[in-house]
T-cell receptor
Framework: DSGVTQTPKHLITATGQRVTLRCSPR?????VYWYQQSLDQGLQFLIQ???????AKGNILERFSAQQFPDLHSELNLSSLELGDSALYFC?????????????FGPGTRLLVL | AQSVTQPDIHITVSEGASLELRCNYS??????LFWYVQSPGQGLQLLLK??????LVQGIKGFEAEFKRSQSSFNLRKPSVHWSDAAEYFC?????????????FGTGTRLQVTL
């Protein structure tokens, strides 16, 4: 158990819909990362937040957005969902934001878009 | 741009045999290197990490990895594989870019262990 929690564990929805994925980092961790794992794209970095502020952006679609709240939990919002958005979405956290920090991953949210 | 290559998509070893999973990276500065393991339906568990110093790093579950700068490699090894090691293994590279950081992952190596 990494100490990172994600909810829900599974999500099934329809095309065009909007969903919110939630992540609680390990106690004391200030930085949160979102990754997407799909069969065709592999594991890809989406976005990073540090203490409430966006720090880095990866291959995140404009239909996707994220935020980190004052209590340090984070939410990833996916809108206008398409079939291709079906994937496993991971949240990870680290103590600080620099690269010299290990990232600890949550169990993931498996999203299925029908 | 940073990248990671894991040349072996699938490896099968017998229980008790030694294991080496290959990882080659590309990174413009000093790399930080990681190995993660993912069991079916599970999240990613950190096996070990390299930031600096001793190029042979020890991790959990009896795994070790050796950083070879001249070969841009960070291969994962285990002297004796157990059936419970069957999983998918991911190598990742990151770097120090101030307060921004991301990991770039390889495509993974699926390990099958035969009894």
């Amino acid at each position: 158990d990494s100490g990172v929690t994600q909810t829900p564990k599974h999500l099934i929805t329809a095309t065009g819909q909007r969903v919110t994925l939630r992540c609680s980092p390990r106690s004391g961790d200030l930085s949160v990362y979102w990754y997407q794992q799909s069969l065709d794209q592999g594991l890809q970095f989406l976005i990073q937040y540090y203490n409430g502020e966006e720090r880095a952006k990866g291959n995140i679609l404009e239909r996707f957005s994220a935020q980190q709240f004052p209590d340090l939990h984070s939410e990833l919002n996916l809108s206008s969902l398409e079939l291709g958005d079906s994937a496993l979405y991971f949240c990870a956290s680290s103590v600080k934001a620099g690269g010299r920090r290990a990232q600890y991953f949550g169990p993931g949210t498996r999203l299925l878009v029908l | 741009a940073q990248s990671v290559t894991q040349p072996d998509i699938h490896i099968t070893v017998s229980e008790g045999a030694s294991l080496e999973l290959r990882c080659n990276y590309s990174y413009g500065a000093t790399p930080y290197l990681f190995w993660y393991v993912q069991s079916p339906g599970q999240g990613l568990q950190l096996l070990l990490k390299y930031f600096s110093g001793d190029t042979l790093v020890q991790g959990i579950k009896g795994f070790e990895a050796e950083f070879k700068r001249s070969q841009s490699s960070f291969n994962l090894r285990k002297p004796s594989v157990h059936w419970s090691d069957a999983a998918e293994y991911f190598c990742a590279v990151g770097g120090d870019t101030g307060t921004a950081s991301k990991l770039t992952f390889g495509t993974g190596t699926r390990l099958q262990v035969t009894l």
